[in-house]
């Protein structure tokens, strides 16, 4: 049973241009969630996700970021004309349902450099 | 959810057993003590939950006291392996559709 996949593992990118993560979650996993982690800092969340549907995006900064998880396909975080703060590890995870403290299973993670 | 305050670093050997305590004053009644491991390049890792007393399993050792206003992980006979910052988290478990909190996290060096 594979564990949560994310990909690209490294992602570059120049000011200005978008970014697209993708996270595909564990099988009969529907929920997603997605986290940021600066350098030396703990994991920050982002938006919560089942199939084609937001449940909360609390996190997620107001403009150039969105989310969705389609029904078919993995769950994509797409980032709009990035700029050199947007630099850091984007973690998805997934849960069988609502995820509470102990069922959200993390993937590897992408690393977005922004030059 | 319950803010939680760790030990930003701690030091040991190979062989001795590590103790790190979180302190979470404001915990609710329905909350669960839960940590996390995270290697470097890698997504966090649960490793054991409780809600009062102790609970072990294969990998840790939980202690919660009566109050709940804090709870050590004990992590017996530490190798070079267990080098990784260790979360405590607070807050519902299972059913629980909230995003998770991690705090800063304490960094654990084991050295030979």
């Known amino acids: 049973n594979a564990g949560v996949m994310q990909n690209p593992r490294h992602l570059v990118r120049r000011r200005g241009q978008e970014a697209r993560l993708r996270c595909s979650p564990m099988?009969?996993?529907?929920?997603v969630y997605w986290y940021r982690q600066l350098p030396e800092e703990g994991l920050k969340f982002m938006v919560y996700?089942?199939?084609?549907?937001?449940?909360?995006e609390s996190g997620m900064p107001k403009e150039r970021f969105s989310a969705e998880f389609p029904k078919e396909g993995p769950s994509i975080l797409r980032i709009q004309q990035v700029v050199r703060g947007d630099s850091a590890a984007y973690f998805c995870?997934?849960?069988?349902?609502?995820?509470?403290?102990?069922?959200?299973?993390f993937g590897p993670g992408t690393r977005l450099t922004v030059l | 959810l319950a803010k939680t305050t760790q030990p930003i670093s701690m030091d040991s050997y190979e062989g001795q057993e590590v103790n790190i305590t979180c302190s979470h004053n404001?915990?609710?009644?329905?909350?669960?003590i839960t940590w996390y491991q995270q290697f470097p390049s890698q997504g966090p890792r649960f490793i054991i939950q409780?809600?009062?007393t102790k609970v072990t399993n294969e990998v840790a050792s939980l202690f919660i006291p009566a109050d709940r206003k804090s709870s050590t992980l004990s992590l017996p006979r530490v190798s070079l392996s267990d080098t990784a910052v260790y979360y405590c988290?607070?807050?519902?478990?299972?059913?629980?559709?909230?995003?998770?909190?991690f705090g800063k996290g304490t960094h654990l060096i084991i050295q030979p």
């Open positions: 995870a997934s849960s069988p349902e609502a995820g509470g403290t102990d069922t959200q299973y």
């Open positions: 099988k009969g996993h529907s929920h």
């Open positions: 996700l089942q199939k084609e549907n937001i449940i909360d």
């Open positions: 404001n915990i609710a009644t329905n909350d669960y």
């Open positions: 409780g809600y009062k």
């Open positions: 988290l607070v807050g519902a478990s299972g059913g629980g559709a909230d995003g998770l909190t």
